[in-house]
């Protein structure tokens, strides 16, 4: 692969390729006539990648609206850690995009939010209730996102009855 993308061993994510740093979340890149192309699609169209502090805000504001709680990944684009734990980020978005709201952030493109959330390690994983920390899990610890994740999702659930 070129020198702008990197990707997991095929035996754990066979699946997952990802994109350039710039972008990223777990993009499509299609190799062929002796080239790739990234074409920029993310795996998981639940997952919203957060590019601006107008983008956070307005992505806050409308989970409240939906009552949604907001699961924010802060992540580094040279982070092994965070590369790794990002297809399980994107399958969980897809499992829990009723009653979550995914988003990834880009700690160093957005230092100023990352420095507000005090996030000091990538990945680090917020979870959000009307703008409110409900939960925050720093490290790509799988299970235990998967826990805290299902966990938010029940809370949505109960609070919608």
């Known amino acids: 692969m070129g020198s702008f993308y990197s990707k997991l061993p095929s035996s754990k994510f066979p699946s997952f390729k990802f994109a350039c740093p710039s972008c990223f979340l777990c993009c499509k890149v299609s190799e062929g006539d002796g080239g790739e192309s990234h074409s920029g699609e993310v795996s998981s169209k639940n997952v919203h990648h957060v590019t601006s502090m107008q983008i956070w805000e307005t992505m806050l504001a409308q989970a409240s609206t939906d009552g949604k709680i907001v699961v924010a990944n802060f992540v580094a684009s040279w ?5 790794e734990i990002m297809p399980s980020y994107c399958h969980l ?26 996030v000091n390690a990538t990945p680090t994983f917020y979870f959000l209730k009307e703008g409110n920390q409900v939960e925050k899990l720093v490290g790509a ?9 299902a966990f938010a999702a029940d809370l949505v659930t109960k609070s919608r009855k």
């Not at 982070?79 to 590369?83: R, V």
Request: glycine share 0%; aromatic share 8%; proline share 2%.
């Open 79 to 83: 982070s092994l850690p965070c590369k």
């Open 93 to 118: 978005a897809d499992t829990y995009s009723s009653s979550l709201l995914f988003l990834t952030v880009d700690a160093d493109q957005l230092a100023e939010l990352s420095t507000s959330w005090s």
């Open 141 to 149: 610890d799988k299970v235990e996102l998967k826990k805290k994740t």
